[in-house]
């Protein structure tokens, strides 16, 4: 059955009952279970519509802060993914064809129902992983909002045709664009990439997570009334084996990806076949280094909370913090204050700092990996193992703070996701930056100095993607991706659109005289 996406539905968010045009769903479509409220989400967005899938497979979308189910999605099989490249396939010759004026002008149509849905996208994503409501309000959902207007903006300077000499050098969209995503920051990396494949006038699969799907229906609902064309952009939920049918498909031209670096690999092994272009945003363990010099206390209370910030979640969050050996106690101490202040609980309040892990198995994965941070020798300053006292249901964790951890240790080789922040001693700058060196991963990078031309000197030898200097906020004009395992390729502003474009030498363009 196809249905209209201009059709009411039911929606539920942060326990509230409303009628809304999220979900393209009829009210009878919904489906009540006792005691709990849930969304039939079970239809992919495919040229144009919302359509059933190949085969019925149920899968539930749980809310970590209760662990009960709000919502069902269907998880899609290849012949689901094949039906969406063809749409998106027979799309591309009309879209690409387009002009900068007529893809400015969706983006902006876009950009405009996105405000309009500004709340419905936070509590959806509040929802569906956990992230407080504050955080969602000021961060997780501006974030997509940011990445349209920033490819707006970079839309209207970009040169897709240069001259040298007699050729003609042509930047052209690349292609069937396969697009996979993540659930720790759900809108950011969605807008991330769908808003530079629109620009450069690519077609395109989504696959989002089937851990927070939901913030991705409200999205396509976004570009649906924006009068996206048919084909142009289509939907397609599932696991992995959904994202590794994306990757081998022949007629896709190009995968992104963000998520871990095991996903990562796997895709990149799946796609090598066909020779597709492949980018890949994934795992990270930032090095924090807080020089001899800077403000301490600050620097170090700001750290913390930097590496609680989303529950711990984010790929290039800074939970190596290294520091001065003889100002161990003394950044312990700060470190533990700030970890107690953190107040965990309901995200839908709007004094919780930090939520709930976004389901079971990565609350029993960060589990484990605070047990074996004390086992291995490393001083549990704060937190610790368990829900936090008077919690018992619920995927929450304590915000955690270990001293004294050596860089070979288990907690500060893996990536825990999760509020846990290691405290490693240096000896001098030369020491800070080997040891922020050592890790498979090379996402991100911090630096604290009061001398800001140390600071620069430091952040140059960090052998990172990107490095943030005295705390400095990420800029959506910069570009955003690792070195080493934390993956190749760049997303945000200018340098992401160029990841969704080939380039093409027309010789003898120009007639030269002899």
């Not at 999605?73 to 039906?83: E, M, Q, R, T, W």
């Not at 992401?496 to 003898?508: D, H, P, R, S, T």
Request: hydrophobic fraction near 40%; charged fraction near 25%; charge should be neutral.
């Amino acid at each position: 059955m196809e249905v209209s996406s201009s059709e009411a539905v039911i929606w539920i968010t942060c326990g509230r009952l409303r009628l809304a045009r999220v979900v393209p769903y009829r009210i009878s479509d919904v489906f009540l279970t006792p005691g709990v409220r849930m969304i039939d989400c079970c239809k992919f967005y495919i040229d144009g519509k919302w359509v059933a899938p190949a085969e019925s497979r149920e899968f539930p979308v749980i809310d970590p802060a209760t662990e009960e189910p709000i919502a069902t999605i269907s998880l899609g099989s290849a012949a689901d993914v094949a039906k969406a490249v063809a749409a998106a396939k027979s799309a591309f010759d009309s879209y690409s064809e387009t002009t900068v004026d007529q893809r400015l002008a969706l983006l902006k149509r876009i950009i405009e129902i996105y405000k309009a849905k500004s709340d419905e996208v936070a509590e959806t994503i509040s929802q569906e992983m956990g992230a407080p409501i504050t955080l969602s309000k000021k961060a997780q959902g501006p974030a997509g909002l940011g990445h349209l207007l920033e490819v707006v903006k970079v839309l209207g300077y970009f040169k897709f045709e240069e001259l040298k000499g007699s050729t003609l050098i042509r930047k052209e969209p690349i292609g069937v664009c396969g697009l996979i995503t993540p659930w720790n920051w759900p809108m950011n990396q969605i807008a991330c990439k769908v808003a530079p494949a629109l620009a450069a006038g690519c077609t395109m699969v989504l696959k989002p997570s089937e851990l927070a799907p939901l913030s991705a229906y409200l999205f396509a609902q976004i570009l649906d009334e924006a009068g996206v064309p048919p084909g142009v952009f289509n939907l397609v939920n599932g696991d992995g084996s959904v994202g590794s049918a994306i990757a081998a498909h022949p007629d896709v031209a190009m995968v992104s990806f963000t998520g871990s670096t095991r996903a990562g690999v796997s895709v990149a092994t799946v796609a090598a076949p066909t020779v597709k272009r492949v980018t890949q945003e994934l795992g990270g363990k930032s090095a924090n280094i807080i020089l001899d010099d800077a403000d301490f206390t600050k620097a170090v209370r700001d750290g913390a909370r930097a590496c609680f910030l989303n529950s711990g979640q984010s790929c290039n969050a800074p939970t190596r913090m290294l520091v001065p050996r003889a100002r161990m106690a003394e950044a312990a101490s700060i470190a533990k204050i700030e970890a107690e202040a953190e107040k965990v609980g309901d995200p839908r309040s709007a004094e919780t700092a930090i939520g709930p892990l976004v389901n079971k198995t990565q609350f029993e994965k960060v589990q484990r990996l605070i047990n074996q941070g004390m086992s291995e020798g490393a001083t549990l300053v704060a937190g610790g193992g368990g829900r936090p006292e008077g919690i018992t249901k619920g995927f929450f964790v304590k915000a955690t703070v270990f001293a004294e951890v050596r860089n070979d240790m288990t907690i500060a080789r893996e990536e825990i996701f999760g509020p846990v922040l290691c405290i490693i001693p240096y000896e001098d700058e030369d020491d800070a930056v080997r040891i922020a060196n050592d890790s498979p991963y090379g996402l991100s990078g911090f630096v604290t100095s009061s001398d800001i031309e140390r600071a620069r000197r430091v952040a140059k030898r960090i052998r990172a993607g990107n490095v943030h200097i005295n705390g400095a906020r990420a800029d959506f004009s910069g570009s955003f991706g690792g070195y080493k395992q934390s993956g190749n390729g760049r997303e945000w502003g200018e340098a992401g659109l160029e990841e969704f474009l080939e380039q093409k030498a027309v010789f003898g363009y120009a007639a030269v005289s002899k």
